[in-house]
């Protein structure tokens, strides 16, 4: 309550409405699955398009798993979830390394024998390192220093530069020579000259001050000296491209104006960083860059050797251009523990990576249905099950083994039984580069998230994911025909169909579970919705006085939300009465539950179900025919 202590006119605000339940996303997905480059480490990315995707992650080219070269089913998953109709996804590389060891980073200098993680890193100096492993990372970095034009102004004894930052590294050109040319060299007259290289800094009045070994913070150089000409400041560009095979895709990155000392707000160092959480340094502005700088060593401290340093780096990278990152490799083939992950925070991997996305309401493992063991798929998938039952919040989508026939897949769906997961059936037929001469099977989990996101978009989460068509593929692995569904979908086991005229369509809508009041996909992920959205939108109650007022405050504001719901379709009925009740009274909790500080609210909802059989009973009619 205010205090009135004072006599006046007090105005105050206050609210005469229930809160609102604001509806969460129900169509962010998260994959987890292998990539050929990206983070392995930390929280999932945020990923709205199949070229940040590429970006990111790599591009769709296969994976060399232990010298075989393997279908790349996450990036698929993720090119066929979008033209699906998925608008985001979370994606959490995993990555199995080539020899058992820890997948961190780690930021050594030269290690003693190879890489642990087969890294790809630049000779003994490496002053440059692949960012992620992968083969993806074994890029050729090329390194240019330019010059800018004559940057001393004004006339004796008031010379000045203009244009200059703290860190900045500048050539002077002394004796009358003339401007030097704008591309800097390895040797020749356009090379850097040691003696010639300052850095620069500012007095207390503001002034650029340029320094190096020769020109110490108490004798810099005098911008008034008769044979000084020009003062021209030195920049880096890296450009990182594909190496001579084309293994590391076609991508080209220009990394313009950068500096080679360590005072720079442009140091190659601090925009090339390596994140190191345990040592406080922040990840890059972009993580998704393919390389970061290390420099082996401490930077030295002293002004003059940070600027030796700087002439020094300028010279070796410009000298040992164009540099071959080489050494990198895709890792093994994964392991449900791989999937699984572990960790949280900075040092999350898989599965538990995921978990620490609150936004996330669809789950898939991509490529995981593609293992050659069938108790390494079972764990795979049980682990999306357990994820998504556990976290309440989130539904799993699974898929059978490749080429598997419809005893394999009944065998495959009477190992579980699930109201959080649904099992879909045959693989794809996708086509190779655009073309379709040559074409590949993919397993249906990214096409479908893609749908389910579609769906919920276009109609709502109450509607069933099915009777939709599946785009971006030529055909499915297999024809399912009517009898062959007869028996599948009974059990749980979605079916996609090809119907002439109507294409190829998702032809089920059931989760895998031996519950009948669970029984479709839509009814679970309704409840999920509702249930998470009153979750959310109602943590204003906690600690508020347990009394009548809150009481009605709890159920007007979930009415509402429901009321809002019945009136789009989600809920049956032919009024509000007939859909839902809410009871939050004296009649839902006991004198212990008030003494207990708990507040029970009964809420009862009567969900949509789709019309699965569609019947029409027909029969002769005639004049003096009866119903009765």
Same mark, same amino acid.
Not at 88 to 104: E, G, I
Not at 229 to 251: E, F, H, W
Not at 375 to 388: C, K
């Given at each position: ?42 929280? &999932? ?380 059936? &045959? ?37 069933? &994911? ?163």
């Amino acid at each position: 309550m205010p205090e009135y202590l004072a006599p006046g006119v007090y105005v105050e605000e206050t609210s005469f409405r229930a809160k609102s339940i604001e509806g969460v996303a129900t169509s962010t997905a998260g994959f987890v699955g292998q990539a050929r480059f990206g983070p392995v480490e930390g929280l &999932p990315v945020l990923i709205t398009g199949f070229e940040d995707f590429q970006r990111r992650f790599g591009d769709a080219d296969p994976l060399l798993l232990a010298g075989v070269p393997t279908t790349n089913h996450l990036a698929h998953a993720v090119r066929l979830f979008f033209e699906n109709g998925g608008k985001r996804v979370y994606v959490a590389r995993v990555f199995r390394p080539a020899a058992d060891s820890t997948t961190a980073l780690s930021r050594a200098g030269t290690p003693a024998g190879p890489d642990p993680l087969a890294l790809s890193v630049l000779g003994a100096d490496r002053f440059l390192r692949a960012r992620y492993p992968g083969a993806a990372g074994n890029v050729v970095v090329t390194a240019r220093g330019f010059r800018s034009g004559n940057l001393l102004i004004g006339t004796a004894p008031n010379r000045t530069v203009s244009g200059l930052r703290l860190g900045d590294v500048v050539e002077a050109v002394t004796g009358g020579g003339a401007v030097k040319d704008r591309v800097v060299t390895a040797s020749g007259p356009q090379a850097v000259v040691g003696t010639n290289f300052y850095s620069v800094s500012f007095d207390s009045a503001g002034r650029p001050v340029l320094t190096n070994d020769a020109n110490p913070p108490a004798n810099p150089l005098d911008l008034n000296a008769a044979g000084l000409t020009a003062v021209q400041k030195i920049t880096l560009d890296l450009t990182i491209g594909p190496n001579k095979d084309g293994s590391t895709g076609g991508r080209l990155d220009l990394i313009s104006r950068l500096s080679t000392h360590p005072d720079s707000d442009q140091f190659v160092g601090r925009i090339l960083r390596h994140e190191d959480p345990a040592n406080g340094v922040e990840p890059p502005a972009d993580r998704g860059q393919r390389v970061w700088f290390d420099p082996v060593a401490e930077l030295p401290s002293l002004p003059a050797d940070r600027t030796s340093f700087a002439r020094d780096l300028l010279n070796v990278l410009i000298a040992r251009s164009p540099m071959t990152l080489a050494g990198g490799v895709d890792g093994r083939p994964p392991e449900p523990a791989t999937f699984a992950g572990g960790g949280s925070g900075h040092a999350a991997t898989g599965l538990a990576a995921l978990a620490e996305i609150e936004d996330i309401a669809i789950v898939a493992a991509p490529g995981s249905a593609a293992l050659e063991n069938a108790d390494e798929r079972q764990a795979v998938n049980d682990g999306l099950i357990t994820h998504a039952s556990n976290l309440r919040y989130r539904f799993a989508i699974l898929a059978g083994p490749v080429n598997a026939d419809q005893a394999e897949i009944r065998e495959v769906r009477g190992k579980f039984d699930s109201t959080y997961a649904a099992l879909y059936y &045959p693989w794809l037929v996708v086509s190779v580069s655009g073309g379709a001469r040559e074409t590949m099977l993919l397993s249906p989990e990214g096409a479908m998230a893609g749908i389910f996101a579609r769906s919920d978009i276009e109609r709502g989460v109450h509607k069933a &994911p099915a009777n939709e068509t599946v785009r971006g593929i030529l055909r499915f692995s297999r024809n399912v025909n009517k009898g062959e569904q007869d028996v599948l979908n009974p059990e749980g086991i979605n079916c996609l169909r090809f119907f002439e005229g109507r294409g190829y369509r998702v032809w089920g809508a059931r989760t895998i579970t031996s519950d009948p009041e669970w029984t479709y996909v839509n009814v679970r992920r309704l409840f999920i919705y509702l249930e998470h959205s009153i979750d959310r939108s109602t943590q204003w109650a906690v600690f508020e006085p347990n009394n009548a007022e809150l009481w009605l405050k709890i159920r007007l504001t979930i009415e509402g939300f429901l009321y809002d719901e019945w009136r789009k379709g989600a809920l049956l009925g032919a009024s509000p009465e007939d859909a839902f009740f809410v009871r939050c009274d004296r009649t839902t909790m006991s004198q212990s539950d008030l003494d207990n500080g708990r507040l029970v609210c009964l809420i009862g909802v009567a969900p949509t179900k789709p019309a699965e059989f569609v019947i029409f009973r027909i029969g002769q009619w005639t004049a003096d025919a009866s119903l009765v």
